[in-house]
C-alpha cells in the first residue's frame, strides 16, 4: 500500500538521506555498502538526473534549488520569528523539502522475496512502484497562489531508496519490502516557470496509486507463478504461509496497533502518531547478524518461504505469460462495472475513482495499465478532455445522461434572468463589499468591474 507523509523540512529531507534513506543497515538482504537510491519522473529526466542519487543533488532539489547550479527555483517564503500572547515564541517552519510517499509490499510478499530468496519478487515489486509513480505523477499540480486553482502540470522529481527491513521492535528487525520515494516539493507549468507543488492532488491521488501498485504486482506475481489471494484492503497475498508465521514475522504492525488500542482513537492520523511514538531506537546490527535472526524464526516455523517459492517456480514452467485470451472483455467489464458504481452515487466522478475501482474488480487477471487502456478509449475521454482542457485539474466524468440535465438547467437559470428585483444594485454592492473586512481584494475585484 502506499502511505504519504506529512511535509518534511529540506533538513529533515536531509538527514534522512545520510542517515536513513541511503543507510546499509536499512537493507540487509541486499548487502554491500550504501543503498544508491534512483531517479524517476519527467523533472528529473529534464535535468538530466539518471541511475545513483548524489547527495549533493539531492540537498539542492530540497531546498528548491536546480540540482546542478543551485539556482533558487522555488522561492522560500519569508517568515518571521514571533511571540503569542502568553508569551510563547514562535518560530518559523523551515522550507517544505517534499513528501515521502512510501509503497510497502504485503508481508507474504515481502516474505517471498527477501527469506525464501526470490529475487524476481523484488523486480516486481520495483517494476509496480515505478507504474504507480508514473500514475502519480499525471496528477501532480502546481501552487499558484491568491485565489487562483492549483494547476495540473503532470511533472515531478522522486528520489527512491528500497529498503527491506521494518523498524526495530526489541531489537528485532523484521523482513519488509518497501520503497521510499521522496518527492520534491517542485513542478513545471506549461510556461517553463518552476512552482511549488499543490500536495493536495497527491492524498486525493493516494487509493488510486495504491490500486495500480496492488494491480501491477498482482499481475507479476501471478506470472511468476505464485497464487494469490486478496488480502486486507484487497492488497496481494501469496498463498502458503500459516497465520502464526505472518504475526511472528510482523512485530512492528502489533506494536503499532496495540498503541493505537491504547490511544482510543483510530485512523490515519492515529496511526501515524503511534508509529511516530513507538520507534525503537536504532540499532546498529552486522547483517549476518540481522538475517540469523530471520532464518531462525523461519526454521521455527517450518522454512515455509522457502516451500512458497519453490513451488511458484515448479508453477512457472507451465503458465502461459502474460496471455489473457479475453483480456479486452475483461478489461471492459472491469471499467464498465467501475463506472456503473461510480454513477450509482453521483452523476459526476473523478477518474481516479473509476481507475481505482477498476483495478480492483481485474486485480486476479490484469494489470492496471490493461484497464486504463480501456478505459481511456472509452466514452469517458471525451466527457475528461474537454474538462481537464478548461480547469487544469484531474479529470472529471460525466454520466451520459447528465449533459441533458445541464442543458436543460441552463435554459431554466437564462428563463429566470432579470425577472425579479435585485437585493441591491452593483454599485451598492461594490460599497457594501468595501465595508467587510475578512474580503481580500480579488474577492471585491468582480464587485467593482460591474
Excluded at 528529473?44 to 539531492?58: R, T, V
Excluded at 510517499?101 to 516474505?111: Q, R
Excluded at 528500497?162 to 518527492?183: F, M, W
Excluded at 492524498?203 to 486486507?232: H, M, P
Aim: charged share 25%; net charge neutral; with cysteine.
Amino acid at each position: 500500500m502506499l502511505t504519504i507523509s506529512k511535509p518534511i523540512s529540506s533538513g529533515q529531507a536531509q538527514t534522512y538521506h545520510a542517515k536513513e534513506f541511503t543507510s546499509a543497515e536499512q537493507n540487509y538482504w541486499k548487502q554491500g555498502d550504501a543503498i544508491l537510491g534512483e531517479w524517476q519522473g519527467q523533472l528529473a529526466e529534464k535535468y538530466g538526473l539518471a541511475g545513483a542519487i548524489d547527495a549533493q543533488h539531492f540537498a539542492r532539489l530540497s531546498e528548491g534549488q536546480n540540482p546542478h547550479t543551485a539556482e533558487q527555483l522555488v522561492q522560500h517564503r519569508k517568515v518571521q520569528e514571533y511571540t503569542t500572547a502568553d508569551g510563547t515564541i514562535v518560530k518559523p517552519v523551515e522550507h517544505r523539502a517534499g513528501w515521502d510517499a512510501t509503497f510497502s509490499a504485503p508481508k507474504s510478499v515481502s516474505l517471498a522475496a527477501l527469506v525464501g530468496g526470490d529475487d524476481r519478487v523484488r523486480e516486481a515489486h520495483r517494476q509496480a512502484v515505478t507504474i504507480a509513480l508514473t500514475e502519480l505523477e499525471r496528477y501532480t499540480q502546481a501552487r499558484i497562489g491568491g485565489n487562483n486553482p492549483a494547476e495540473t502540470t503532470g511533472k515531478f522529481i522522486v528520489a527512491k531508496f528500497e529498503h527491506d527491513t521494518a523498524r526495530p521492535v526489541d531489537g528485532y528487525a523484521a523482513p519488509q519490502l518497501h520503497t521510499h520515494a521522496v518527492i520534491f516539493n517542485m513542478t513545471e507549468r506549461p510556461d517553463g516557470s518552476t512552482r511549488a507543488l499543490q500536495e493536495r492532488g497527491f492524498f486525493d491521488s493516494q487509493q488510486f496509486a495504491t490500486a495500480v501498485y496492488q494491480s501491477e504486482l498482482t499481475f507479476r506475481l501471478r506470472n511468476l507463478g505464485y497464487e494469490i489471494e486478496a488480502g486486507k484492503s484487497g492488497a496481494p497475498d501469496v498463498k502458503g504461509y500459516t497465520a502464526e508465521y505472518l504475526e511472528a514475522s510482523s512485530p512492528r504492525r502489533q506494536q503499532i496497533e496495540e498503541a493505537i488500542a491504547r490511544s482510543g482513537f483510530s485512523g490515519p492520523e492515529a496511526a501515524h502518531i503511534a508509529a511516530h511514538n513507538t520507534r525503537d531506537r536504532k540499532e546498529i546490527h552486522t547483517p549476518s547478524e540481522v538475517l540469523a535472526a530471520h532464518r531462525q524464526i523461519a526454521a521455527e516455523f517450518g522454512n515455509q518461504a522457502e516451500r512458497v517459492v519453490a513451488e511458484a517456480k515448479e508453477r512457472t514452467a507451465t503458465l502461459t505469460q502474460n496471455r489473457v485470451p479475453d483480456a479486452p472483455q475483461r478489461a471492459q467489464e472491469a471499467v464498465s462495472f467501475a463506472k456503473d458504481r461510480s454513477f450509482e452515487r453521483e452523476a459526476v466522478t473523478d477518474e481516479r475513482d473509476i481507475m481505482r475501482d477498476a483495478c480492483g474488480a481485474a486485480w486476479e487477471t490484469l494489470p492496471m495499465t490493461r484497464c486504463a487502456e480501456t478505459s481511456i478509449k472509452g466514452t469517458a475521454a471525451a466527457s475528461s478532455k474537454s474538462s481537464r482542457a478548461r480547469s487544469m485539474k484531474p479529470a472529471a466524468v460525466h454520466h451520459p445522461r447528465d449533459h441533458h440535465r445541464g442543458t436543460g438547467d441552463h435554459r431554466h437559470m437564462q428563463r429566470g434572468k432579470n425577472t425579479v428585483a435585485p437585493i441591491m444594485q452593483m454599485e451598492q454592492a461594490a460599497v457594501h463589499a468595501d465595508t467587510r473586512d475578512f474580503l481580500n481584494p480579488a474577492q471585491r475585484r468582480p464587485l467593482r468591474r460591474c
